[in-house]
């Protein structure tokens, strides 16, 4: 994977607007002195060897580069500095990971170049040959006689945790922390995505002057081939990051952690855009939100209940949207800087109040929402939501899915007609927390709540990388979901009908982890298992642990609000696009979506895993061979003519694929993802059940030119307007295949994205979108015809290949409007 230090690429005006008609089918030290003959003949001997030895295990496997050196074991005397003693940085030979042998000594990893080898061989040839100086010692002395050994490098040379923490067998699985050169971090990353280990976040390295530390679970096999084949790693550990060390600490410790986190984080101005949560309300007074939450910020739609957090939830809410999982950044010494605040509306009654009605959470959800935007009409934000109607299936549209769904439009109570549209994340609701597992049903069988069925909503659901088990007296517990899998506390939309729903959840987020007894009876929520989050108790208890979807929804809505601020002039819509964008699914989620065959099958995945896990990088940035291409336009979906009511618009975007270089590329797979992100204003009526064009004010769908397909026959198979007969039949278009989903799985919901795999000569001739109307209730009536709907358009060319530049040809093709017309 390359850096991604590009900007995205606008090909908005590249937009052309054609009349639309739909089908009928519209879808050291004091040692003994050395006897130098015998000390040099022997490590001449023992390096010989070594480097032998590491030639012929050299790794060799098609998916990694070859590597460009080899690992010694060093051994050294008692008290020798290895850097002083091995290190030559004009060379790049290097040492590594440091451990104390048997008898107290000093055992080195050294990484030696190829090129570099006649350099280290000099040295010791040196030593035993050169002639002495006036005090008759030897030359490089220094460097060779503090050497016990030499011998090819292990696994075991790297591992700097206790021995018997280290996995015995080729295929025994844990999480690593993978100790990385820093510059040479990224390349570890690439090879080890390569060769399918499952890399954690960005979020969670550890960056580090000499050293970026990245979590990455492997089994012990395949950790030795990325150790060998990069020469990037230079050293090992048990991967042991977890709340866990911050949450056993007393709190004067506890304390001095927040304190050191606070002291290099720059924090954001004043109207910065912010998180808006909607939830228990919000402690400031902790010192990693003080500077982040105003005082006037901190609102409540009842006078009466304060805006004070007595339940906590709010509290720790507020710590994941500003700052993520707190565990690696209290770990890490990087400075942080923040570009985004955080508000609060308290709508969730403290202890001694009458608990809502739950029908009446969509108004105060809509009132909320309006206090936050009296009290800061300029800031823009992101609404972030985290409670739901428990027990309660969000299979068909409710007053509260709808409330959000309005609100995010812009077309709730109060709202002007150029009201601004708003982002709402929301949570896909909890599973039970059961402690006998014989009452755990999976997730498939417990529906998302609602009201994250919201069809605009930005649905966030929950997986785990968290698998280590670090807390005191749970010694032969295991994790209960294996890593890059469901979160045991998520809900999925699998039991919803296929034809009438929104595939739900969006995306997945870190929600954590259970854990299960080793006699496979009782499960339970550790602490270890958990995000690290401020405490609403900060005088006991500053840090707390933090889990399920709740957990999910803060991390996705403070992405979303990241982008926002860098963004300013992209819509809610497209903020949510580039959310999906980003996306990915877990080796174990592809694994699990391989096995279910054919696109159809691939639904329910779907409605498990959503779109994948965001990552940052992605969103914010393109590379050279990742990139997105984003249009940003308003569309009049329906229009009147001669009494009749009838479809207005389609939009077609010339793709400007640098064709020679897709050509010469031949049948290498390449990737193009689509994502298109809209907001509907709903109609919540009782057929909008069963009738999803019931539900919306319009729908869109996209299409893509077919490799066979000619220009002049796309525009007649999308668009029967284009026909000399619209009502007959239009051309076939030829083979459609390499797509994830396929056109099929559109039904309902205003979020839409699908990927299409395929030799990079075939997208070279698939190079036009066309985003047309479905039907919806605007067409009812002619005002409603007279109206215009927005919406967001992300195309994702991606190539495996690192060294593909496909982001420079695209972008001077924009910036000269090449390739823009097409002959209607």
Known sequence: MADFDKPHIDITPRVLIRPYQASRQNIGGGAAPRVRAQHGARLQAEMQAAFQEADAARPQDDRLERPEGIFLEVDLRRGTNPVDTLERKRDKVRPGAVSTTEDNGVRVALFVPDDARPVVESIVAEYLNGDVNARGEPPKKDKVEPIEAIRRARLETFWTDAPDTLPQEPQDEIWWEVWCYAELANKVRDAAQNINCLVAEE??????????????????????????????????RRASASPVFFLETDHEDQTQWTENLAERVTWPAGDAPAVCLLDTGVNRAHILLEPAVSTDDLLTVNVDWGSADDAGHGTGMAGLALLGDLAPRLEDQSEITLQHRVESVKILPPHGFPANDPKSYGSITQSATSLAEINKPERKRVFCLAVTNDNVSGARATTWSSAIDQAAVGKMAGDEDDAPARLFVVSAGNAPSEIDVNNILPADQLPIEDPSQAWNALSVGGYTNKTEINDAGYDGWTAMAAAGDLSPFTRTSVTWPQS??????????????????????????????ALLTTGENVDAQPLIPFAATSAAAAQCARMSTQLSAAYPAMWPETIRALIVHSAEWTPKMLQEMNDAGGMTARHPFLRRFGHGVPDFTRAIASANNHLALIAQNEITPFRVEDGQKKFSDCHFYKLPWPKELLEGLGEQDVRLKLTLSYF????????????????????????????????????????????EDPLGPGPNGGDNSGWKFGPNSVSAGSLHSDEWIGPAVALAARDIVCVKPVIGWWRQSAKNCRRTGRYALVATLSAPNIDVDLHTPIQLAVENEVGIEIPF
């Open 203 to 236: 979020h969670y390295w550890l960056k580090f002057p000499e050293s970026t530390v990245i979590p990455i679970r492997a089994t012990r096999v395949t950790i030795e081939l990325l150790l060998f084949a990069t020469a990037g790693i230079s050293e090992l």
């Open 500 to 529: 009438r729903t929104a595939f739900k959840p969006d995306v997945v987020m870190e929600a954590g982890n259970r854990a299960v007894s080793p006699a496979g009876t009782e499960a339970l929520s550790l602490d270890s298992l």
């Open 680 to 723: 509907v204003e709903p109609n919540p009526g009782r057929s909008a059940s069963i009738d999803a064009q019931r539900y919306q004010s319009f729908g869109l769908r996209f299409d893509l030119k077919r490799r066979a397909e000619s220009e002049d026959d796309f525009l007649k198979r999308t668009n029967p307007k284009e026909r």
